[in-house]
């Protein structure tokens, strides 16, 4: 119950007839303590106000969702790591040296919706902060996964949470994922996506998107999309097999 009345923000909802009428939160999920998402970065403006989700890969990459980046000059990120706490005063500071998307992305069909911010400054791995592996493998339905995030708490647009939070989900066939969704957004769903089946209450909408979809211990899905938020439709990410390659290229 109280799973279901919690929304944590790890999304960013895209109406695909309004693409600017856009949500970003999350639904249900725990509280983190340092060090168990030693991956997750918060995506800054200069000011610090924080507006999405990132994963380490590398010591010197942080990946996304490219609408997370459109159009902000890499000068312009800010990227906090090793922290669960927005409001934190520890952990590590980085600045956004450059910004490579995706050949591919497609801000209308969010396909490929996916980037990588290189940082100005090597990032040091410790026990709280570390990159996530990139998973090569093809990822079918059935299998657990878990979401984390910053986001809202609660279904309609609110503050965001100041801990980061973990869902747990499970990964859904595409033809499943088309079949929940209106005809116009299941046609937006292809092979380089990934879903998640949430129940009601569950999902993730705006300052989470970008965030990790983790199997394994390893990265499978960025989130990316879902219409609307945390009320029962499958969430939609970027299947990281399918771009396994280009990151591989960048990093």
């Known amino acids: 119950m109280i799973r279901q009345l919690v929304v944590f923000a790890l999304f960013v909802s895209v109406a695909f007839a309004a693409p600017q009428n856009r949500e970003r ?18 995506l800054r403006t200069l000011a610090g106000f924080h507006f999405c989700t990132g994963s380490v890969v590398s010591n010197w990459y942080v990946i996304t969702a490219a609408h997370c980046v459109a159009g902000r000059a890499a000068s312009t990120i ?76 609660s279904q309609e647009i609110g503050p965001t949470s100041n801990n980061l939070r973990t869902l747990d989900t499970t990964t859904i066939s595409n033809e ?29 909408c705006q300052t989470g998107a970008g965030g990790s979809l983790v199997w394994n211990s390893q990265l499978i899905g960025i989130a990316s999309w879902n219409v609307p938020c945390a009320l029962g439709f499958p969430d939609v990410y970027v299947r990281i097999s399918e771009v396994r390659d280009w990151i591989v290229s960048v990093i």
Not at 176 to 198: D, G, K, P, V
């Open 78 to 153: 800010h990227l906090v790591l090793g922290r669960v706490t927005l409001d934190g005063l520890t952990g590590m500071n980085r600045q956004g040296f450059r910004v490579v998307t995706h050949p591919d992305y497609n801000v209308n069909t969010m396909q490929f919706d996916v980037s990588l911010v290189q940082v100005s400054v090597i990032i040091t791995f410790s026990t709280t902060v570390q990159s996530i592996f990139v998973g090569n493998s093809f990822i079918g339905e059935g299998l657990p996964a878990k979401v984390s995030g910053w986001g809202s708490t």
């Open 176 to 204: 499943s994922c088309r079949a929940r969704h209106t005809e116009a957004n299941a046609a937006r769903i292809t092979s380089s996506n990934l879903c998640t089946n949430n129940g009601f209450g569950e999902g993730f």
């Open 25 to 42: 939160r999350i639904v249900g999920g725990v509280d983190n303590v340092l060090g168990q998402v030693p991956w997750a970065v918060s």
